[in-house]
């Protein structure tokens, strides 16, 4: 088992920057893909970014292309999500998963979640 958390969420205004990080617990972290996804009030869970083992194929979903930016660093069990131009529509709770099969965007295939970190962009 493994377990994530998350930090680096915050209030930032519109335009700005953050990034998250999510720490694992354990010495297997190489061997789970990792993936970001958030939930805004009101709204469903929606996917935003993943990772494969090694950190050579990432994964992104369309809303977030070109400003987010996830890495990761199995030597310090750690994955990023690097935020970038933040929009207020990025306001959400952020979640990181982990999972030995999972490939990409898919939740259902995610088993183990953190508690999240909170994301507030103002206009």
């Known amino acids: 088992q493994v377990q994530l958390v998350e930090s680096g969420g915050g209030l930032v205004q519109a335009g700005g920057s953050l990034r998250l990080s999510c720490a694992a617990s354990?010495?297997?972290?190489?061997?789970?893909?990792m993936a970001w996804f958030r939930q805004a009030p009101g709204k469903e869970r929606e996917s935003v970014a993943a990772?494969?083992?090694?950190?050579?194929?990432?994964y992104y979903a369309d809303s977030v292309k070109g400003r987010f930016t996830i890495s990761r660093d199995n030597a310090k069990n750690t994955v990023y999500l690097q935020i970038n131009s933040l929009k207020p529509e990025d306001t959400a709770v952020y979640y990181c998963?982990?999972?030995?099969?999972?490939?990409?965007?898919?939740?259902?295939?995610?088993?183990?979640w953190g508690q999240g970190t909170q994301v507030t962009v103002s206009s």
């Open positions: 998963a982990a999972d030995q099969v999972a490939v990409g965007l898919n939740a259902e295939e995610y088993d183990y």
């Open positions: 354990g010495r297997t972290f190489s061997t789970y893909a």
């Open positions: 990772i494969r083992r090694s950190g050579a194929i990432t």
